[in-house]
């Protein structure tokens, strides 16, 4: 499966972006996917996963109540709706998959990864 993740930009503390990360393939629904992010000089790590129905979900601790993954498994893509966005959120997000059934979030689960995009929240 190839990904293309997007939807990154530069948004002010408070704001809201909506990336999205669109599959190719006809199996998308069979993967999980994860959102994870990577800021400069840091490692990659996660932010959100979603199983491959959208019944299961999971995020880090820093952003809950404020991030929200989901899928449409009919379009091939999946979300991540970020809201109350801070500094500390600066970062490239890259979208992947994973052919488990579960819901994933451990970098090494993932097998396709998309190049990421670039989120920069000013302060």
């Known amino acids: 499966v190839q990904l293309q993740a997007s939807g990154g930009g530069l948004v002010q503390t408070g704001g809201s972006l909506r990336l999205s990360c669109a599959a190719s393939g006809r199996t998308f629904s069979s993967y999980a996917m994860g959102w994870f992010r990577q800021a400069p000089g840091k490692e990659r790590t996660i932010v959100a996963a979603?199983?491959?129905?959208?019944?299961?979900?999971y995020y880090t601790d820093s952003v809950k109540g404020r991030f929200t993954i989901s899928r449409d498994n009919a379009n091939n893509t999946v979300y991540l709706q970020m809201n109350s966005l801070k500094p500390e959120d600066t970062a490239v997000y890259y979208c992947?998959?994973?052919?488990?059934?579960?819901?994933?979030?451990?970098?090494?689960?993932?097998?396709?990864w998309g190049q990421g995009t670039l989120v920069t929240v000013s302060s």
């Open positions: 979603i199983n491959w129905s959208g019944a299961s979900t």
């Open positions: 992947a998959a994973s052919s488990g059934s579960g819901t994933y979030h451990r970098r090494g689960s993932y097998r396709y």
